[in-house]
């Protein structure tokens, strides 16, 4: 069953336009000769990977999701994408990146994509993640890992996410918003050193990482 999340709805459009930005150079608004591969983490509804397959026909959507209605929900909408180029969504646990590993197996993929995941998570999530994203981004130049999300600044947090984080950890302490300066530290350890920051709409950031 197709399910929505306002939340997806609302920053769907901002996130096309940062992605649009990095993409610009690459000219996946047309058709090129081989698809570029695109893995998305934690997709939630299936809302963005539609919305970003549809403004995107160059590009090979692979969604996955950990929760098995989730899935479904995906594999619901990916039937809608105007190019087709949404492919069936894949179980994946971040938090088990050797077992993810094990199920992209032979995939390589030029962008890897991950909204809104790690302050669910427990604490290790961005670990597992760029450790995955490490074996299975393409290391051709250009290719690139995207993140949005709220992150805190230290000091300078907005009030919003730190009263985010504290609403996060009063329900379970293993989970709250991360340090934006935290996530470019692991970031670093795995390989991507290259960063660029994008202040987004209601305190939230797009994040790009590259290869050095
Ligand atoms: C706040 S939602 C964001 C969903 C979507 N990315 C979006 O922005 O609308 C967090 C998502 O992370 C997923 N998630 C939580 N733990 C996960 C894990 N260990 N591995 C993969 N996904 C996970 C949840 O199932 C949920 O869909």
């Not at 760029?130 to 981004?137: E, R, Y």
Request: glycine residues 4%; proline residues 6%; contains cysteine.
């Amino acid at each position: 069953m197709k399910l929505s999340a306002p939340s997806a709805l609302q920053n769907r459009g901002p996130i096309l336009e940062s992605l649009r930005a990095t993409f610009r150079d690459s000219s996946l608004e047309e058709l090129p000769l081989s698809p570029v591969r695109a893995l998305e983490i934690a997709s939630g509804t299936g809302e963005h990977a539609l919305h970003f397959a549809d403004s995107f026909p160059g590009l090979v959507w692979q969604p996955s999701e950990v929760s098995p209605q989730l899935v479904q929900s995906i594999a619901a909408h990916a039937r809608e994408a105007i190019h087709q180029n949404v492919l069936q969504p894949l179980h994946l646990n971040i938090l088990d990146p050797d077992a993810t590993i094990g199920k992209l197996k032979d995939m390589e993929f030029q962008f890897i994509f991950c909204s809104n995941m790690f302050q669910v998570c427990e604490r290790h999530a961005p670990d597992c993640f760029f450790k995955v994203c490490d074996a299975v981004l393409s290391h051709e130049l250009g290719s690139k890992v995207f993140l949005y999300g709220p992150y805190l600044q230290g000091e300078k947090s907005a009030a919003s996410n730190l009263q985010f984080h504290r609403l996060l950890q009063s329900r379970d302490e293993t989970t709250g918003v991360h340090e934006l300066d935290h996530i470019v530290e692991v970031a670093a350890q795995h390989g991507f050193p290259n960063r660029e920051v994008t202040q987004m709409p209601t305190d939230n950031f797009f994040l790009s990482f590259s290869r050095e």
